[in-house]
T-cell receptor
């Protein structure tokens, strides 16, 4: 079974600084997707960034980028120029490549952004 | 269509009562998922529909839980004889083919 582990229950960062959230996963599959989701207090889960396992290039979305290390099964999220609106719970998630397959989530990291 | 809608947003019920939640997915999305999220944890998969067919159920979905998606549109999740351990956030998500999920805002259930 696939598992996703986030070892940092809480992280904090100063506004405008950079923070990295860690995630490791375990799978025997070779094709899969990895995601970072953001869940603010309003509760709706919002997709931050997606990485396809077959792509060697790390995904980037504006201030958000990932460091995908397939052999190490590591998938960290870097947030640059942190903003107050980035404060939220962040979840790392895994999904097999198969169409319609479920997401497996980590335990989450609560990010606080200090002004 | 503004996204995935869930109703109600909050539900407080007495132990032993039945509750039903509704999810309206994005209209063109043929896949619909239910997840449960307890406080401080990541969401856990409950069940998945492709159109009206329920294709997968987690073992978390005990026989007190039932989900339907008549006509492949909205879905309902019913919990019978609720227990305090059922208190959680119930999230619905939808997707089109292999595209990314869109989540709803969830229904928070409190069993007293």
């Amino acid at each position: 079974a696939q598992t996703v582990t986030q070892s940092q229950p809480e992280m904090s960062v100063q506004e405008a600084e950079t923070v990295t959230l860690s995630c490791t996963y375990d799978t025997s599959e070779s094709d899969y997707y990895l995601f970072w989701y953001k869940q603010p207090p309003s509760r709706q889960m919002i997709l931050v960034i997606r990485q396809e396992a077959y792509k060697q290039q790390n995904a980037t979305e504006n201030r958000f980028s990932v460091n995908f290390q397939k052999a190490a099964k590591s998938f960290s999220l870097k947030i640059s120029d942190s903003q107050l609106g980035d404060a939220a719970m962040y979840f790392c998630a895994y999904r097999k490549e198969t169409s319609g397959s479920r997401l497996t989530f980590g335990e989450g990291t609560q990010l606080t952004v200090n002004p | 269509d503004t996204g995935v809608s869930q109703d109600p947003r909050h539900k407080i019920t007495k132990r032993g009562q039945n509750v039903t939640f509704r999810c309206d997915p994005i209209s063109e999305h043929n896949r619909l998922y239910w997840y449960r999220q307890t406080l401080g944890q990541g969401p856990e998969f409950l069940t998945y529909f492709q159109n009206e067919a329920q294709l997968e159920k987690s073992r978390l979905l005990s026989n007190r839980f039932s989900a339907e998606r008549p006509k492949g549109s909205f879905s309902t999740l019913e919990i019978q004889r609720t227990e305090q351990g059922d208190s959680a956030m119930y999230l619905c998500a939808s997707s089109l083919q292999i595209s990314d999920y869109t989540f709803g805002s969830g229904t928070r259930l409190t069993v007293v």
